[in-house]
Structures are given as structure tokens and as C-alpha cells.
């Protein structure tokens, strides 16, 4: 009963165990990038930009590392001499995964690669994303992308700096306590032609960790044709508005300006109140009234010691031995407090505690009373303003041809990945699913303990939780069954002196039929005989036994009746 109920239960336990295995399979964390999978999706939705780095023989070829140098400072300042590489971020997430990164701290930096095909804003949305991870924190400097502006054809990526025009720059930057997301477009005034900046309005959450936390952080920008925007760090969108709105300065001027050569005139009044200049101090207002008085009710203590000086002079310090009156004066004993006032209310001259002066009222000045000239704030005429003009449309920047980056920074080891630029938010999603989300996967996977992984291993698969329970059942049951059911079974509790079955006879006359048995083994008397000779002799002794039992009842009944008789005792 007990070997095949065991069975049943560890093979209703292997399969469930094969259920979880197979369930595990799906969850597993994934090692390597699928590449297929990235290559489909680039063939379907064919982007203007895409780049992982895992072939690193872009750089140099499609990455165009910069020789160009400031203008305007120090030569030894002026050169883009920042190194840059592709190699693997120092905490691998995944099997040949690489990045863009520079290892080299307190340098300039640029590098750029052009697009595979130009953005034009149209009626199409524009959507880049990119990977960031500040490897060892971030004490100064950036981590933004650069897209520039200008012609294909004429374009120079190995003398990018920071004066190449560009159309958008976006990306995190810190130095000391303040971080941001920049978000930085160039618009053009359809006026004259000129660009300006346009930078947008700071944003109402803090990002500090993302600088320290030592993980890969993924930044989007969408822009629609409507002119609304978007920022997601991590699929969260943390800013959002209107490129019409949200920028300073603003992309549209005002209609109407101050004109300059509007003047104040000399006698406009702006003052909203003025003092009364009817009003006249009164008789007794005393403008010299001290604001305080000695307490004239104040009574001096009787324990006040007016003869007792406050300190005296030490009367235990002796002159030093070298003291020189010529040279150092007369000496004298330096001053300690007078123990004598140690008790009294006090010691010395006494004066009275000073109070408030009931009778002072400071410098008079008449009250306020309305200005009856009073015209109002002043403010110079509007005018029609001559740079007047409104651009309902500012989503339509100038084409974008390259991306780059162009930087400084006192921290080392900044890398970027997985940059992305499309007009497609599904590709986007997409693409950060095959690569930011089975990193990040990963990296919180190997941080975390196996009690975490395993709930939220179990957490994907709910039904998980209903089979543990099926298992625990079974594990109790097992064990219940093992400790006390088959205990039961072998066990009987008896009522009866009577010998059963199963008894050994436990008295000496069984040991000594033991030793019978034993001795007439070991002797040349055969078994049979051997055995049969205990048995008569254990039936004589059974049979005595019961004769000894019968003497001892008809005894005990004739002493009964010997008492019942008159027997004294």
C-alpha cells in the first residue's frame, strides 16, 4: 500500500515539476541579442537611422571620429582629442553586446554618422530613442545626441564641432547638483532667414538617478505634426506639450511691442497712497520718549549687598618669579567672583530693571490716504512689432542628414547604444523590446534574490501558485501519512491478558524454553526430536502453572470462610 501510493504521488510531483520547466523555458532570461528578429523588423519598417554597435568596424567607416578644434580658446583646449571606442559595457547583460563609449576623462570629443536616408519634416512622425548608461556615475558633463542639419552631399563629419548647425539636441546633463533633459531645437525665422534656440521649460520631476544608479537608461523624443512632444526615460513619458508653448524663447514673437521712444511724463503720479497733508501731530505726542524706563515700583531686595564688589582679586595667586615691574608694570592678582555674593539677591551699586515707556509713540508720520492724482501704473505704448511674424507649424524644422555626438565630461565610461531614429512610435517600441527591455531584464534578474526572481517568475504565470498549493498538499499528506498512518497499521492497542497470535511468550519459563531449543540444537539429538521435547515440556509447565492458580483460589475461598465464621485476627 505504502510503495505504490508513494509512487503515484512523486510521479504526479515529476509532472508537475516538467510543468514548471516547460513554463520556465519562456522566461528564462536571454542571453544574446535575437539578431534575426532585429533585422526583420529593420527590413520591414526600413528607418532613417539605426545602430547597436555590434559590429565594430562601423567606426572609422560609418563613425567618423572628429579632427576639428574650438575656436576661441587655448590650443592645448581647443582639439577634439577624446578617444573613442566600441567595446563592451564593464557589467555584461548580454552575450556580445557592445556600445559607443570613451574611457577618457576632462576631454572634447566628437564623432558622427550620417543617416541612411534624410529625416524631412512632413506629416510624419519624427522618433528617436537611445540608450545612456553612466557606467561610473556622473560628475560633469553630458550625454545628448546631436542631429544635424544640412546637405549630404556637402556635409564634413570628420570636422564636426560645436558650431555645425543642427536641428534638434536632445539627452541628459549634469554637472554638480543640477540635472536635466535637454531639449533643444533650432527654428527658423521665416522672416530673414536666421536660426534661433529654442529651449524647453524645465521639467517638474528630478532625474538624479539615472546619473548614479549605474544602469543603462533608454531616452526618447517624439514629435508630432499636431506640434505636440513627448520625453520618455524607460518607456515613462516624464515631459510632454507644444513646441508652440513650452519653449523659451518663445517660437512665435509678440504682435505688438513697448515702443521705445514712448517716455514717462514728469508730472504722471504713480503713487497709490500718499500722507495725508492735513494731518498734524498731536500736542502730546513726545517724539524724544525713551522706548524704555527704569521700573519705578521696583523695590531693591534686602539681601542686596551694595558695599560688595562683583569680583575681587584672587587672594591664592602669588607673582611670578619672574615678574618685572619695570618691565611688566605693577603686578596684580587677577580678578575671580566675589563668594561673598554667592547668597545674596546681589552685590555692587543696585538700579532699578528697565520696562516698556507706557508713554512712547516713536517719530510721527501722517496716515495714508488715496492719491486723488493717482493715474496708474505707467507703461510705454504698444506698437505694431516690425519682426512680427507666426509660424503655426514649427514641427517642420530643418532635414536632418547626420547624428553625433559632441561632448565634455569629467567622468569616464559613459556609453551609448541602441540609437534609433524613425518615423514609427510601434518600430520604436519594438526595437526597445528586443534590446532595452531583455538588457534591463537581465541586469535585474542577476541582481536580485532567488526569492524575488521566483515570485515574479511565478507572478507571469498566476496558475503557478495554484499547483504549489496542489504540491504542498501533497507534500503534507506524505508526510502525515508516513509519520502516523502507517504507525497505525502496525500498531493495535490490547484490553486481554490473553495470549494472541502474534505474542512471544515474554516469561522466564520462555527463556528457558529458548535455552531447551538452543541446547537441543547444539546437541546430536535430532531437530525434530529436539522440537517436540520443548513443546511437551512447555505444555507441563503451562499445566502447572494452572494447578499452581487453582490451589491458590480454593486457599484464598476457605480463608473467606474461616473470617466469616468468627476467626479472631
Not at 328 to 333: K, P, Q, R, T
Not at 453 to 468: D, E, G, K, S, V
Amino acid at each position: 500500500m505504502w510503495d505504490y501510493s508513494m509512487k503515484k504521488w512523486l510521479i504526479v510531483i515529476c509532472l508537475c515539476w516538467v510543468a514548471v520547466i516547460k513554463a520556465d523555458d519562456n522566461f528564462k532570461k536571454t542571453n544574446r541579442l535575437d539578431t534575426d528578429a532585429l533585422n526583420k523588423i529593420i527590413a520591414d519598417k526600413n528607418p532613417h537611422f539605426v545602430e547597436d554597435f555590434n559590429n565594430k568596424k562601423v567606426l572609422n567607416k560609418k563613425w567618423i571620429v572628429s579632427t576639428a578644434k574650438k575656436e576661441g580658446i587655448e590650443a592645448d583646449l581647443a582639439a577634439y582629442d577624446g578617444d573613442w571606442l566600441i567595446d563592451a559595457p564593464m557589467k555584461y547583460a548580454l552575450l556580445d553586446d557592445f556600445g559607443l563609449l570613451f574611457k577618457q576623462r576632462a576631454k572634447h570629443r566628437a564623432i558622427s554618422a550620417l543617416l541612411k536616408k534624410d529625416f524631412v519634416f512632413e506629416d510624419t512622425p519624427f522618433v528617436l530613442q537611445y540608450e545612456v548608461h553612466f557606467q561610473e556615475g556622473q560628475e560633469c558633463g553630458g550625454g545628448y545626441i546631436k542631429l544635424v542639419s544640412g546637405d549630404r552631399s556637402t556635409i564634413k563629419l570628420h570636422e564636426f564641432h560645436d558650431k555645425t548647425p543642427y536641428t534638434i539636441m536632445f539627452g541628459p546633463d549634469k554637472c554638480g547638483s543640477t540635472s536635466k533633459v535637454h531639449f533643444i531645437f533650432r527654428h527658423k525665422n521665416p522672416l530673414n532667414g536666421s536660426f534661433e534656440e529654442k529651449h524647453m521649460k524645465p521639467m517638474a520631476n528630478r532625474i538624479d538617478e539615472i546619473f548614479s544608479d549605474g544602469k543603462p537608461h533608454l531616452f526618447g523624443l517624439v514629435l508630432l505634426p499636431d506640434n505636440s512632444y513627448k520625453i520618455l526615460i524607460d518607456h515613462k513619458v516624464v515631459n510632454e506639450g507644444s513646441l508652440l508653448n513650452d519653449f523659451t524663447p518663445p517660437v512665435n514673437p509678440p504682435a505688438e511691442i513697448d515702443d521705445p521712444t514712448d517716455i514717462k511724463p514728469e508730472n504722471w503720479d504713480d503713487r497709490e497712497m500718499i500722507p495725508d497733508p492735513l494731518a498734524t501731530k498731536p500736542v502730546d505726542w513726545d517724539e524724544d520718549a525713551p522706548a524704555t524706563i527704569q521700573d519705578p515700583l521696583a523695590i531693591k531686595p534686602d539681601s542686596w549687598l551694595d558695599h560688595e564688589p562683583l569680583y575681587i582679586s584672587d587672594p591664592s595667586a602669588e607673582k611670578p618669579h619672574d615678574w618685572d615691574a619695570e618691565m611688566d608694570g605693577e603686578w596684580e592678582a587677577p580678578l575671580v567672583p566675589n563668594p561673598a555674593c554667592e547668597d545674596a539677591a546681589g552685590c555692587g551699586e543696585w538700579t532699578p530693571p528697565s520696562i516698556s515707556n507706557p508713554a512712547y509713540k516713536g517719530k510721527w508720520t501722517p496716515p495714508l490716504i488715496p492719491n486723488p492724482d493717482y493715474k496708474g501704473k505707467w507703461t510705454p505704448r504698444k506698437i505694431p512689432n516690425a519682426d512680427y511674424f507666426e509660424d503655426k507649424t514649427p514641427f517642420k524644422m530643418a532635414k536632418i542628414v547626420a547624428v553625433g555626438f559632441e561632448l565634455w565630461s569629467m567622468s569616464p565610461s559613459i556609453l551609448f547604444d541602441n540609437i534609433l531614429l524613425t518615423d514609427s512610435e510601434e518600430f520604436a517600441r519594438m526595437w526597445a523590446q528586443i534590446t532595452y527591455d531583455v538588457k534591463i531584464q537581465n541586469i535585474e534578474q542577476s541582481a536580485d534574490t532567488f526569492i524575488n526572481q521566483f515570485i515574479a517568475f511565478t507572478n507571469r504565470y498566476p496558475w503557478l501558485w495554484a499547483m504549489y498549493t496542489v504540491l504542498l498538499l501533497i507534500l503534507v499528506t506524505l508526510i502525515v501519512y508516513c509519520c502516523f498512518w502507517n504507525v497505525k497499521d502496525n500498531y493495535e492497542h490490547k484490553k486481554t491478558d490473553a495470549i494472541l497470535p502474534d505474542d512471544s511468550v515474554q516469561s522466564d519459563d520462555s527463556a528457558q524454553s529458548e535455552d531447551l531449543i538452543q541446547s537441543g540444537t547444539s546437541s546430536d539429538q535430532p531437530a525434530e526430536e529436539t522440537k517436540s521435547s520443548v513443546k511437551t515440556d512447555i505444555a507441563e509447565v503451562v499445566s502447572s502453572e494452572s494447578d499452581v492458580e487453582a490451589d491458590a483460589t480454593e486457599t484464598q475461598g476457605e480463608n473467606e470462610k474461616t473470617i466469616e465464621g468468627g476467626v479472631d485476627i
